[in-house]
């Protein structure tokens, strides 16, 4: 069976994929440590031309480790049905500090929150950052029953 095409999975085109990321949706971001270890988490997510961003805390072990690895990848999937479809996406990415004012906007319009670009003091606006991935590589694909 190895070397078999699955006739239930296909790979998304690059507009599907661009579609499926410009849904509200959660994303994971994984990095890497410096011992090694995968660092992955949910978060709100803004995808700009061939960059992802989002907001992290500037000291957040997800910013130290792109800090210190320049790399960062981002999955993310819908089940519809008996369909589920992916995206994932990798390259370098870079932290911004601190983040800025029109990206936390984009953030509030896209998941209908007020949080992003309100309520900041200057402490908490200065302890925040931005992350940026580079899509460099897309993974998609869309598999069903």
């Known amino acids: 069976m190895a070397g078999e095409a699955n006739p239930n999975k296909r790979r998304l085109s690059r507009d599907e994929a661009v ?19 995968i660092h992955s988490v949910p978060v709100h997510f803004l995808s700009v031309k061939d960059q992802i961003r989002f907001v992290a ?9 792109v800090e210190r690895r320049g790399q960062g990848t981002l999955c993310v999937e819908v089940t519809e049905g008996s369909s ?21 906007r984009a953030l509030d319009r896209r998941y ?6 309100e309520g900041w003091d200057d402490e908490s606006f200065a302890a925040a950052a931005m992350i940026t991935i580079s899509v460099e590589r897309w993974i998609a694909r869309t598999y069903w029953d």
Do not use: C, H, I, M
């Open 112 to 117: 209908s929150r007020v949080d992003f670009a």
């Open 19 to 37: 579609e499926l990321l410009s849904r509200p949706l959660t994303g994971v971001f994984s990095s890497v440590s410096d011992g090694g270890w």
């Open 57 to 65: 805390g500037a000291q957040d072990a997800k910013t130290r480790n």
């Open 84 to 104: 589920r479809t992916y995206a994932s996406v990798s390259g370098p990415a870079t932290v911004q500090r601190p983040p800025d004012a029109a990206d936390l």
